[in-house]
């Protein structure tokens, strides 16, 4: 299957996907489906820590799964994802770049819209994935 078959609406940016894609140019390989498959497979275990470190106010451990999500989904050119781990990540450097101290309602608004967008691709990526 080629990746230019999935329809990726306004969730992934084509021109970021289309480098992953030059791996596997015609598609026979199935590289780029294969990429999509291990980002989300990674999501459920990821969402997991979060609402772990959410619960416990893990402030640090928040901050190292953006980071690594923010990277991720940047590589795929998951814009609404990057957007919300950005959003995350903006208030950590507002900090100082280290990690605030306590969770406050902003910090936790911020979490829970990076969680739905988690949920968001992950949905979005079983529906692309499902053919």
Excluded at 13 to 42: I, K, W, Y
Excluded at 51 to 72: C, G, N, Q, V
Excluded at 81 to 108: K, Q, S, Y
Excluded at 110 to 123: A, F, K, M, Y
């Amino acid at each position: 299957m080629s990746w230019s078959q999935f329809d990726l609406g306004s969730d992934f940016d084509v021109a970021t996907l289309s480098v992953v894609a030059t791996l596997d140019p015609t598609g026979a390989n199935g590289v780029v489906e294969d990429v999509l498959r291990m980002f989300q497979a990674s999501l459920e275990p990821l969402l997991v820590r979060l609402e772990r470190h959410r619960a416990t106010e893990s402030m640090s451990d928040i901050r190292f799964e953006a980071h690594k999500l923010y990277s991720a989904a940047g590589q795929l050119g998951a814009v609404r994802l990057t957007r919300a781990c950005n959003a995350v990540l903006d208030r950590f450097h507002e900090e100082g770049r280290r990690a605030p101290e306590i969770m406050d309602t902003e910090f936790d608004s911020l979490l829970i819209q990076l969680i739905g967008e988690i949920i968001r691709v992950q949905r979005k990526l079983a529906q692309l994935l499902q053919r």
